[in-house]
């Protein structure tokens, strides 16, 4: 069992920054872990996932060059640094964690454990 949560999201204006943090607890020895978004009547979207180690780092295309993801020094944390916000960004962000695969999916259909979301508003 994997618990998620996260914190940090909020509110700011266009071009500027926001950074989010996960915290996984429970008892799992390891797993991928991504965030995921989803904006009122969308369907949830991959923003970027990093495998267990930390080493493969995975962005969607409509973030990629914009944000950045990091494992904490505990393993079981997770960041996202979120630069050049666009109002697009605006969405429910959630944590998931995958204790099957070491490089995590960029789907939600994989993951069996989720946050319960934090909110991201981006203002023009």
């Known amino acids: 069992q994997v618990h998620l949560v996260e914190s940090g999201g909020g509110s700011v204006q266009a071009g500027g920054s926001l950074s989010l943090s996960c915290t996984a607890s429970?008892?799992?020895?390891?797993?991928?872990l991504a965030w995921f978004r989803q904006a009122p009547g969308k369907e949830r979207e991959f923003v970027s996932g990093i495998s267990v180690s930390g080493g493969t780092k995975l962005y969607g295309d409509s973030v990629r060059g914009r944000f950045t993801i990091s494992r904490g020094n505990n393993e079981r944390t997770m960041h996202l640094r979120m630069d050049s916000l666009k109002p697009e960004d605006t969405a429910l962000y959630y944590c998931a964690a995958d204790d099957q695969r070491v490089v995590p999916a960029q789907s939600p259909q994989y993951f069996d454990y989720w946050g319960q979301g934090i909110q991201v508003s981006v203002s023009s």
């Open positions: 429970g008892s799992f020895r390891w797993a991928a």
